[in-house]
């Protein structure tokens, strides 16, 4: 029962132009998701995260859309770098729980 | 400042040994996990510690699995009896508050266990 999922394996994007990144979770009582970057070999980075209660949060070129209604999220970059080049997942957290539930990932490269 | 550091980075062993892994949470967090990542697969949750409370260790996988942490630190993964299955990348993160209050786990390095 994956209860949060990353539907795109893979993402290509060009340089300069945007990346979106979609999540979707199939538990309502979730409370807050949060955007992580991995790279090889390293642990998952924090990038941006967002409550349930809100719709958006902006942190520089880091967008994080939640749609409640779908139960869909989505991570915007803009503009796309090679440093953007990573594995992406989207995670979920319940208030009252204690763990970060976490999706497959999404590997993006972005082209030069 | 420093971060989650993580030790051994790397370990080989064999079927059936024990193995213990390390995680060094950052200074003055009072939340620390175990994540496991196998291959192919999303970080699985393995077991949470908060403060002095008794963990929350839901997420084991056997009871070959096992955690401590002592004084509210430095916390031991072991693992008896490995099995093949057993080989991920085992990742540790802390953060500073509840998972309640929504704080971002900070995760370190990561140690990868093969067994053979």
């Known amino acids: 029962d994956q209860q949060v999922k990353q539907n795109s394996p893979s993402l290509s994007v060009q340089e300069g132009r945007i990346s979106i990144l979609n999540c979707d979770y199939t538990n309502s009582m979730f409370d807050y998701f949060l955007w992580y970057k991995k790279y090889p070999a390293e642990g998952p980075t924090f990038l941006i995260s967002i409550s349930s209660i809100k719709d958006k949060n902006e942190d520089g070129r880091f967008t994080v859309f939640l749609n409640k209604s779908a139960k869909h999220l989505s991570l915007h970059i803009v503009p796309s770098q090679p440093g953007d080049s990573a594995v992406y997942f989207c995670a979920a957290l319940k208030a009252a729980g204690n763990k970060l539930t976490f999706g497959g990932g999404t590997r993006v490269l972005v082209k030069p | 400042g420093a971060g989650v550091s993580q030790s051994p980075s790397n370990k080989v062993t064999e079927k059936g040994k024990d193995v213990e892994l390390r995680c060094d949470p950052i200074?003055?967090?009072?939340?620390l996990y175990w994540y496991r990542q196998s291959l192919g697969q999303g970080l699985e949750f393995l077991i949470y510690f908060q403060g002095n409370s008794a963990p929350d260790k839901s997420g084991l996988p056997s009871d070959r699995f096992s955690a401590e942490r002592t004084g509210g630190s430095v916390s031991t993964l072991t693992i008896q009896r490995t099995q093949q299955e057993d080989s991920a990348v085992y990742l540790c993160?802390?953060?500073?508050?509840?998972?309640?209050?929504?704080?971002?786990?900070?995760f370190g390095p990561g140690t990868r266990l093969t067994v053979l």
């Open positions: 200074s003055g967090h009072t939340a």
């Open positions: 993160a802390s953060s500073f508050a509840t998972p309640g209050q929504g704080a971002p786990q900070f």
